[in-house]
């Protein structure tokens, strides 16, 4: 039996995938975020992942030895990079969307090739919190300790996310001013901070999201953010724009799918996944598997 067929094999790539598509929900689920506020994408928020792994390891070289104390160093970089991105890039356009997209994918630009100048472009090593060991799990296959803590972390990200805009004051304010800015202002809510706040939060998923994949591959490089921004735009369409449920569903198959494709057929079967799937899910399902979530109309 060739090795990528045996049973061990296909639940090695299988905890890969899982691992790999808990990182694609966290990065969608930040991304959904400023949709559901803005309706409109936010086509910066990869360059902000960006800055968060960069960030890390502006850290380091400031003198922060602690691999936690720079991550949390680099998170706080891309939640300032998402208020930069809300008060430069967004606010001054109000309500022009094709104008937001423009001014995001701008900062984008501004972002990557200002790091680029600083690095020469080059691809940077970059650190992992322990050395690698692998555990057996049933005698079954073999899983990386990595693994398992990225799993745990964005899974972490994921359920306190949804925790938050369930059962805090400031997480119903975004979801009351996502179904409709109009009636958030009629209850008293001030849509201008929320706004804020919610570039503040994407800010802050989008860091730990950029942290996360470069850990995943020990290096990160200007222009990782475009990959892993169209990856979250691909998950909001197929699930459907502005469903958060959807999202996280989508993402956890997304790299599954990626990690299953890659160990059958090779690395250039990956984007293959992701884009003709799409392509394939809006033949059959144009509005996305779980349905776009609607915004009310505007009050009068």
């Known amino acids: 039996m060739p090795i990528y067929l045996s049973p061990q094999y296909l639940l090695e790539q299988l905890a890969i995938g899982i691992s790999t598509g808990a990182i694609y929900a966290v990065v969608a689920l930040g991304f959904n975020l400023t949709f559901g506020i803005l309706n ?47 008060r430069f890039a967004v606010r001054p356009l109000g309500a022009n969307w094709w104008n937001v997209k423009v001014a995001t994918i701008g900062f984008a630009m501004f972002l990557e090739n200002f790091v680029t100048r600083l690095t020469d472009g080059r691809q940077q090593p970059f650190p992992r919190p322990f050395e690698i060991q692998y555990y057996s799990v049933l005698d079954l296959f073999e899983i990386a300790n990595i693994q398992v ?18 059962y805090t004051k ?24 929320v706004t804020i706040a919610t570039f503040a939060v994407s800010g802050l998923l989008a860091g730990f999201g950029g942290i996360l994949n470069a850990t995943t591959f ?26 958060t449920r959807g999202c996280l569903i989508v993402g956890m198959l997304l790299g599954v799918l990626e990690s299953l494709a890659v160990g059958l057929g090779g690395s250039t079967y990956r984007d293959l996944i992701a884009y003709g799937g799409m392509a394939f899910v809006l033949l059959l399902w144009p509005h996305g598997l779980f349905g776009e979530v609607g915004r009310v109309g505007r009050v009068v």
């Open 218 to 243: 020990s290096s990160v490089y200007p222009f990782v953010g475009q990959s892993l921004g169209l990856k979250a735009i691909v998950i909001l369409i197929v699930a459907g724009l502005g469903n």
């Open 170 to 193: 400031l997480g119903n304010a975004i979801r009351v001013t996502a179904q409709s800015p109009d009636l958030a202002q009629c209850l008293g809510i001030d849509v201008k901070r």
């Open 149 to 166: 803590l990225l799993f745990v972390v964005a899974l972490g990200l994921m359920v306190g996310m949804l925790l938050f805009l369930r």
């Open 40 to 86: 409109v994408l936010n086509l910066s928020y990869g360059a902000t992942m960006m800055v968060g792994a960069y960030g890390l390891l502006l850290g380091f070289y400031i003198g922060i030895g602690n691999f936690w104390l720079a991550a949390a160093f680099g998170v706080l970089l891309a939640i300032f990079t998402g208020l930069l991105v809300e």
